[in-house]
């Protein structure tokens, strides 16, 4: 969003010119952020920025191009911590925030799914500082 936030109007592809028309800043404020989806933002921030893949997805973002599983895939070298696997984790992590909603007001869903929930965080978690640490010793060793 602050990509966007941040291009001029003349920048941006026509499909998207509606949304930077849309998108209006609070007061005092510089930058965007929003309160929900802190599990898949923390994700997104290690792909971005431990992963090194910032430029990658950006490209595939706006380009077009499809070149984000490969590169994640070629850092990782793990087949259990593929891109495909990471993905349906997260939407896996969506879902259960989503069901936590849902049952706000029942303490004991999240008791009984606490342990689901948790182990799949931590997976994902997991996986993302495999490949932050990967990619920090492949720029050791260049």
């Not at 921030?45 to 077009?64: E, P, V």
């Not at 849902?102 to 929930?117: G, L, M, S, V």
Request: net charge negative; charged share 30%.
């Amino acid at each position: 969003m602050n990509r966007i936030l941040s291009l001029q109007i003349s920048e941006i592809p026509e499909t998207c010119k509606g949304l930077k028309e849309k998108l209006i800043l609070p007061e005092g404020k510089n930058s965007y952020s929003s309160p929900g989806y802190c599990q898949e933002t923390l994700c997104a921030d290690k792909l971005l920025n431990k992963c090194k893949l910032r430029d990658t997805i950006r490209q595939d973002q706006f380009i077009g191009t499809n070149n984000s599983e490969q590169k994640y895939d070629s850092i990782t070298m793990n087949p259990s911590n593929s891109w495909k696997n990471l993905n349906l984790k997260i939407d896996k992590s969506l879902k259960h925030t989503y069901e936590r909603y849902r049952h706000a007001f029942e303490p004991d869903w999240f008791e009984q799914h606490r342990t689901e929930i948790v182990g799949n965080l931590e997976e994902i978690h997991s996986m993302l500082d495999e490949c932050a640490e990967n990619e920090k010793q492949s720029n050791l060793t260049l």
